[in-house]
């Protein structure tokens, strides 16, 4: 589709919104929202006709691109012949959405709990675990996040929390392993996977092992910076976890639906959970929907015994409709081949290549369509690029980045010290050097603050 210019209808959808609309995780006098006109696969255009590459896929769900013809024919079809219905019903969108998703989950994950996204998604998993085991705790990894509602937001190992935590809501956060800015004094991955584990299991004797319900993690974290746990790292969590009855869910929000270039990221590593969560790319977040896939185990607490939980829109007729359409899409356009050749071929490579040049680029780290760059003032020493939590002028090279981004037509994901590269899954091959090649102009800005 190409673009077509009309920037007094994006002045007016622009005024609208500052009147009116109040955004998430701001300070709402100080953001200033780009107005958007249209979206069409790996991109997006405002109403001046200026189009974007999308290296975010919106917040990393629009796994198959934007308007996906054959998922929006779904969802106008399910409209059609049945817009709603309540979840206590069995309906056949619902049905066949959670047989797709039980058939691509590892192990004995066979009953699907659907929700109305992640952050919810891992409210039940957490619920489901205590309900299950009879004991309050929940840990959890600092640099991690698992959603924005309340016990989710005290999971998340990072400042969103801060404002939200009261010290009340059962959660203890541990260090999870991380070689590159390694809590573990470790030199070598198989260090920092030893000391990590011998870390977590200490902190579970000190907390009591009969008061923990359940251990979550990320499998691959997201938003916190796409830290590949080291090999051995999620299989060491697995047996922890068996040794002292915790329940193990692994947070897929993110990382699932062929993001690694795998269904799941679990595959990667072997490792099947008692939990997991899962959201975003399930229908490449057309409408909203999340879930957790749960394990035999657990369901049988709840084959005789009610479950105390539900939500009005549960496994939404419309949202399963996308889920069951864009689940067939990936297989029938080998979507998840493509993330994970285009990773190996394309972005890892062209990628270590940005490091070799720019000196802002600290490290690389990733696989399939999921990948980071660790942004840094000095490469010896490792010094971030903006101090942790950065906000206002200590911010100012990260925004400065982020515009210089913008500019060349490819609109990041930043937090922090990262960019993050998280382009739909069925990205082109043109597409994606493209992106790398703006991205190697927008360096550039980061490189200015490097010393």
Same mark, same amino acid.
């Given at each position: 589709?190409?673009?077509?210019?009309?920037?007094?209808?994006?002045?007016?959808?622009?005024?609208?919104?500052?009147?009116?609309?109040?955004?998430?995780?701001?300070?709402?006098?100080?953001?200033?929202?780009?107005?958007?006109?249209?979206?069409?696969?790996?991109?997006?255009?405002?109403?001046?006709?200026?189009?974007?590459?999308?290296? #975010?896929?919106?917040?990393?769900?629009?796994?198959?691109?934007?308007?996906?013809?054959?998922?929006?024919?779904?969802?106008?079809?399910?409209?059609?012949?049945?817009?709603?219905?309540?979840?206590?019903?069995?309906?056949?969108?619902?049905?066949?959405?959670?047989?797709?998703?039980?058939?691509? #989950?590892?192990?004995?994950?066979?009953?699907?709990?659907?929700?109305?996204?992640g952050a919810d998604a891992v409210e039940h998993a957490v619920r489901m675990a205590r309900?299950?085991?009879?004991?309050?705790?929940?840990?959890?990894?600092?640099?991690?996040?698992?959603?924005?509602?309340?016990?989710?937001?005290?999971?998340?190992?990072?400042?969103?929390?801060?404002?939200?935590d009261a010290g009340t809501a059962g959660v203890v956060h541990f260090w999870a392993p991380?070689?590159?800015?390694?809590?573990?004094?470790?030199?070598?991955?198989?260090?920092?996977?030893?000391?990590?584990?011998?870390?977590?299991?200490?902190?579970?004797?000190?907390?009591?092992?009969?008061?923990?319900?359940?251990?979550?993690?990320?499998?691959?974290?997201?938003?916190?910076?796409?830290?590949?746990?080291?090999?051995?790292?999620?299989?060491?969590?697995?047996?922890?976890?068996?040794?002292?009855?915790?329940?193990?869910?692994?947070?897929?929000?993110?990382?699932?639906?062929?993001?690694?270039?795998?269904?799941?990221?679990?595959?990667?590593?072997?490792?099947?959970p008692d939990l997991m969560t899962f959201a975003k790319g399930v229908n490449s977040g057309?409408?909203?929907?999340?879930?957790?896939?749960?394990?035999?185990?657990?369901?049988?607490?709840?084959?005789?015994?009610?479950?105390?939980?539900?939500?009005?829109?549960?496994?939404?007729?419309?949202?399963?409709?996308?889920?069951?359409?864009?689940?067939?899409?990936?297989?029938?356009?080998?979507?998840?081949?493509?993330?994970? %050749?285009?990773?190996?071929?394309?972005?890892?490579?062209?990628?270590?290549?940005?490091?070799?040049?720019?000196?802002?680029?600290?490290?690389?780290?990733?696989?399939?369509?999921?990948?980071?760059?660790?942004?840094?003032?000095?490469?010896?020493?490792?010094?971030?690029?903006?101090?942790?939590?950065?906000?206002?002028?200590?911010?100012?090279?990260?925004?400065?980045?982020?515009?210089? %981004?913008?500019?060349?037509?490819?609109?990041?994901?930043?937090?922090?010290?990262?960019?993050?590269?998280?382009?739909?899954?069925?990205?082109?091959?043109?597409?994606?050097?493209?992106?790398?090649?703006?991205?190697?102009?927008?360096?550039?800005?980061?490189?200015?603050?490097?010393?």
């Open positions: 589709m190409t673009p077509q210019p009309n920037p007094q209808l994006g002045a007016a959808v622009k005024a609208a919104d500052r009147a009116h609309v109040f955004h998430s995780w701001s300070a709402q006098e100080l953001i200033d929202p780009l107005a958007v006109a249209g979206a069409e696969g790996s991109y997006f255009w405002d109403y001046d006709g200026k189009r974007y590459l999308d290296f #975010t896929s919106g917040l990393v769900y629009t796994n198959i691109g934007y308007q996906h013809p054959k998922v929006v024919a779904a969802i106008q079809e399910q409209a059609a012949t049945l817009t709603t219905f309540a979840p206590a019903f069995a309906i056949e969108a619902r049905s066949e959405a959670a047989r797709l998703i039980a058939e691509r #989950t590892p192990g004995d994950l066979d009953k699907i709990f659907f929700t109305n996204g309900l299950h085991t009879g004991r309050p705790k929940v840990l959890s990894a600092y640099r991690s996040y698992h959603g924005g509602t309340q016990q989710a937001v005290n999971l998340t190992g990072d400042p969103r929390r801060w404002a939200s991380f070689l590159y800015r390694s809590r573990f004094y470790a030199e070598t991955e198989e260090q920092e996977c030893a000391r990590a584990l011998e870390h977590l299991e200490t902190t579970i004797a000190f907390e009591g092992p009969s008061t923990i319900a359940a251990i979550i993690l990320e499998t691959i974290p997201g938003t916190a910076g796409i830290m590949v746990p080291p090999p051995g790292y999620l299989a060491g969590v697995r047996e922890l976890c068996d040794k002292y009855g915790i329940v193990f869910v692994l947070d897929e929000v993110m990382a699932g639906f062929g993001r690694t270039g795998e269904w799941f990221a679990a595959d990667l590593f072997d490792v099947v057309y409408v909203p929907l999340g879930g957790v896939a749960i394990s035999s185990a657990i369901a049988e607490t709840f084959a005789r015994r009610p479950y105390p939980g539900g939500l009005t829109y549960s496994g939404h007729p419309l949202a399963c409709a996308a889920a069951v359409a864009t689940i067939n899409v990936m297989a029938e356009e080998g979507v998840v081949e493509n993330a994970a %050749a285009l990773g190996a071929s394309v972005i890892e490579p062209g990628l270590r290549a940005l490091a070799e040049r720019h000196p802002s680029v600290g490290e690389v780290r990733g696989v399939g369509m999921f990948w980071a760059l660790e942004l840094v003032r000095n490469k010896e020493t490792r010094e971030p690029l903006v101090p942790y939590n950065a906000a206002g002028e200590a911010n100012a090279p990260m925004l400065a980045f982020a515009g210089a %981004a913008k500019a060349q037509g490819l609109w990041p994901f930043v937090n922090m010290n990262r960019t993050h590269v998280v382009p739909p899954c069925n990205i082109t091959e043109a597409e994606a050097k493209e992106g790398l090649a703006a991205l190697d102009t927008a360096l550039t800005a980061a490189d200015e603050f490097t010393v």
